[in-house]
């Protein structure tokens, strides 16, 4: 599902995603993004943000109170504040104007394989009494617990396969995007800050430490 105003913008990404046999709905009518959301059920959307009516930083809120799905956010905007906004926002990632067809494509690519792998998972695993679960997402921490985004839940899913060893930037993005060289290392650090503030709300401090210079571990 494409949100976005320009309509040569639009017309070029749709054009480009269907040779790659992808089916692909675009929005025109932007008072009704959650209704056209609603009836088509995407399994990605690809959000601008400026629009006309409301902002995509407002429409993905909407989205990300019904569903998980994954966002990625197109933008002419460069400043880093609007790429943490994006990911505040629920965003899985963000793609700044103008922007190679072929790296759109492979990240489009990478987030429905990464979104249909854990879809598939149904378990849950846990350390120093804090359970991810794999089935829907979300963290539990004694009596407490919270949903995670897409990007939070692999980061910790990761991590938590490699309790006591450093994992490096390096490795999280490559579980994350599959190839480093699309990745925005600010991307990376707001997810991971976004994660541990979550887990330090659920009274757990601590739970992911930086080893300077080489990356994340938890012990």
Sequence with gaps: MIVE?????RAIVADTLRKW???????????????EFN????????????????????????????????????SSRNQ??????????GGDDFVQKPFDLGVLVAKVSALLRRNHAYQDESLQTAHRELILNLSNSSIQFKEQSTD??????????????NVGKIVSRDELMQVLW?????????????????LRRKIALL?????????????????
């Design 203 to 219: 009274g757990l401090e601590d739970f992911i430490a930086t080893r300077k210079g080489m990356g994340y571990i938890v012990e």
């Design 178 to 194: 599959n190839d480093e060289q699309f990745i925005d290392d600010n991307t990376l650090t707001v997810n991971v800050n976004r």
């Design 148 to 161: 995670l985004s897409r990007n939070e839940f692999i980061i910790l899913q990761f991590m938590m396969r």
């Design 5 to 9: 105003d320009d309509d040569k913008i």
């Design 21 to 35: 046999k992808y089916a692909v709905h675009e929005v025109t009518a932007f008072e009704q993004v959650i209704e």
């Design 80 to 89: 880093n504040m609007d790429v943490i906004m994006a990911i505040n926002m």
């Design 39 to 74: 009836q088509v059920r995407p399994h990605l959307v690809l959000l601008d943000v400026n629009l006309p009516v409301f902002d995509g930083f407002y429409w993905c809120q909407q989205i990300r109170a019904i569903s998980k799905v994954p966002i990625i956010f197109l």
